[in-house]
């Protein structure tokens, strides 16, 4: 028993001592870190660059110690991260080189002489100074939009309305405004304060005539002079109530 005991240790042992040195590995991860250093990857790409540079002592220090499995396997660690801390290095070179490109091009542009002020021609300073000057003129404004509804007031009367400027500026017209009112208006004569009133606007030359002459024939509101001078006034008075304009 003892000897079969022996005879596996010794087989172990020999098993070990036939495990051959990461040799192709070592000078991988070598190169890869000499590439990096020439690209200046230490600087341009310190964290990538420390992490190979780590696994590299560490695959060395496995091999010093003859434990080549392990070794084995962090040296391609370190190989990787050199490999990565290269492209890093030289992205930030090229960076670095479009930067100071883009820095220049606005270095030479500043530089550059302005360019002279054209001073204009005497023809042409005669030629804007004896231009006529042309007020500019403001756009108008818009009329004010004219009342469809009116309430009425106190002491008003349908031809104080109809006088108003807003309303006709014409107090002969108050038959438009009994005529489109006659549900709410029994008398012309009699309107209240707080009635709301149609104002009719959509009005021709000839239904503002028929008004007129209604409104002259009529004794609700009688008329002292020919209004169609200018001349047209009530006296406040009223005629016969049964006397109400078709």
């Known amino acids: 028993m003892a000897r079969l005991v022996l005879g596996l240790m010794a087989l172990i042992i020999l098993a070990g001592g036939c495990v051959a040195p990461p040799l192709q590995e070592l000078q991988s991860a070598r190169t890869a870190l000499e590439e990096a250093l020439a690209a200046e990857a230490a600087v341009l790409a310190p964290n990538e660059y420390q992490a190979a540079l780590d696994a590299m002592r560490d695959g060395e220090a496995l091999v010093d110690n003859k434990k080549y499995n392990l070794a084995k396997e962090i040296l391609p660690f370190a190989e990787a991260h050199a ?9 930030e070179q090229a960076d670095r080189e479009l930067q100071k490109i883009r820095a220049e091009e606005l270095l030479r542009t500043a530089r550059l002489p302005n360019e002279p002020i054209r001073q204009p021609s005497p023809q042409t300073l005669k030629a804007i100074t004896t ?8 756009k108008p404004r818009p009329a ?17 309305i109809a006088a108003q400027r807003d309303i006709y500026g014409d107090p002969l017209l108050w038959p438009l405004i009994y005529q489109a ?3 709410q208006i029994r008398d012309p004569r009699q309107v209240y304060p707080g009635q709301s009133l149609s104002i ?7 239904d503002k005539n028929i008004a007129r002459e209604k409104a002259l024939k009529s004794k609700i509101f009688p008329v002292r002079s020919d209004p169609r001078h200018g001349e047209s006034s009530s006296p406040g008075t009223t005629g016969s109530r049964s006397d109400p304009p078709t």
């Open 131 to 138: 231009q006529p000057v042309v007020p500019i003129k403001p």
């Open 181 to 183: 009112n006659r549900d």
């Open 200 to 206: 009719p606007r959509k009005l021709s030359e000839q």
């Open 144 to 160: 004010p939009a004219l009342p469809a509804v009116y309430r009425v007031g106190t002491g008003e009367t349908l031809w104080t």
């Open 83 to 91: 490999r990565r801390a290269i492209l890093q290095a030289k992205r």
